[in-house]
């Protein structure tokens, strides 16, 4: 109840703002975020890209930056330009959509799949001055093709505008594969969800639902919020948050109160997977009721851009349990770890499980983005460089990228990923860095590194070609905890290998009209998995594999 109060009290506060509208796009539109990318290493925008997703305003915003300076792209840039522009202008060019698409009946002709010059084809578009409304279908299949192991989905989602400032959006998708990926312990980059049992054994099923209800004015937004968020530079997979992992509701809080400062905020509500046998009890009839340990995590993030093009982002984050409501998580800008410390009495076993996080992002040399990340878990600066001593919890990621080298639609990563051992870990469950038990962090989790090499090519508009080498090793993530729940002190980096893996691969993708994709991949693997946990029994040893998609909407 607090927690709707406070929410209540933020959104009466700043009813006196100038407003603007936000709907958050989901990060797997990869397709704007890597034009958005290519304009920003051009320098024709600046972008923070330590934070995702982006809000549809804020795309729309920089499309049409990028459109008043469309003589710095190619001829293909240009089309995608244009392409974009037909899917943003419902926020863009709303009050000529009000007119054009206003009717005192819903069913009317243009309704339904309809599209012009200016917009694109949507299956359901009204638009008012007081109410817009956007509905469209997702559909599609992904088909290992070498394997005859599938994943298919269907749903729909639902963007709208309320009046001014106020939106609510809503997406469903149903999966269903009939060999399980979405193991919490699998090293997964697909989206995941939790199993629900099913009749058919040899079917996995779940279920996701994403959306969220936001007020915005003119130099931020809040909401309540079901969804994944990336925080970190990356163009393989974040390591502060990754955005892997089921949604998660949360209250959000984004403000840009000047132009050199970001401040980006989130509560989150998890699930432990703990039981809490206190609570859970029998019924009546016989029945079991469990309950599980309450978790939530607390999290922050302030940018700052000294000048143009350089990001400097430092924030914190803490996952706490057993505790209903603690007000002090919610001050957005707060150092958590000092709220915990002096809260459990300085003691491991009765506190909460703090992080703390750096992100560089330079895009100053035209088309080379360089940026950096570093997670810590734990760190004592006393013993840093002592092998004995050292409690060198944390991750890092270098990486530089370049699109569009040159106008010549050639682009290029090479992304380097390293966690320490115990990083991403905790040895209290109802405490660790997870959701569901999926990692919120790096997909490998601790001691393990992954390089990455990417070539990518579009040679015409909507059409993408990209190789890639990836090298993957993993040494031991068992070591046990000691009596302080933090770990053991000078644990060597990968002192064994227990995960091996290099893979060699060729994507190409293509755009048919807006959020209808169809793709190929050929990928050759060799895969040395001695757990034999981190990965399903098909994907190990020597293999090829070549794989089909389809898909409208994400």
Known sequence: MKTKLYLILFLI??????????????????????????????????????????????????????????????????????????????????????????????????????????????????SSNKFQVTVNPIVGIDFLVSDKIYRRYYGGEINSYLGKGFTAYFSFRDVSENEELIDPNYFNTISVGVNRPNREKSVTDFSEVRGGITYSWKWGTVGLIQDQFQWGNSYQNSNIFSGNFPAIPHLKLQVKPVKWLEFNYIHGWLNSNVIDSTRTYTTANGSTRNIYRRKAIAANMFTVKPIKGL?????????????????????????????????????????????????????????????GTIFIDELKFSTVFDKEKQRNQLGFKIGVASYNIAKTNLGIVVEYTRSNPYAYQHGLESTTFANNGYNLGHYLRSNAEEFLLELNYKPISKLKCKLHFLSIRKGRDNYGYSQGFGGFSGIPFMETVRYRQKEFGLTIQYEILHDIHAKGSLIFSNITDETESYTPEFQRGKNTFASLSLNWGF
């Open 13 to 126: 506060g700043f009813s006196f703002q100038n407003q603007a509208q936000s709907i958050y796009q989901h990060t797997s539109k990869h397709t704007i975020y890597d034009f958005l990318n290519e304009a920003s290493t051009q320098k024709i925008i600046d972008i923070n890209s330590a934070i995702q997703p982006y809000t549809r305003s804020f795309i729309a915003d920089k499309l049409l930056e990028i459109n008043g300076k469309k003589e710095g792209l190619n001829k293909r840039q240009q089309k995608e330009l244009e392409f974009f522009l037909k899917d943003f202008n419902k926020e863009i060019k709303r009050k000529e959509f009000n007119e054009e698409y206003n009717s005192q009946k819903f069913f009317s002709k243009k309704t339904w799949f309809h599209r012009n010059e200016n917009k694109r084809l949507d299956a359901i578009f009204y």
């Open 311 to 371: 990001h400097l982002s430092f924030g914190n984050s803490t996952i706490y349990s057993d505790s209903a409501f603690n007000p002090a998580y919610l001050i957005p800008f707060f150092f958590y770890r000092s709220v915990d410390h002096a809260q459990s009495n300085q003691s491991n076993t009765a506190g909460q499980n703090g992080q703390l996080f750096m992100d560089v992002s330079s895009r100053n040399i035209p088309y080379v983005h360089l940026y």
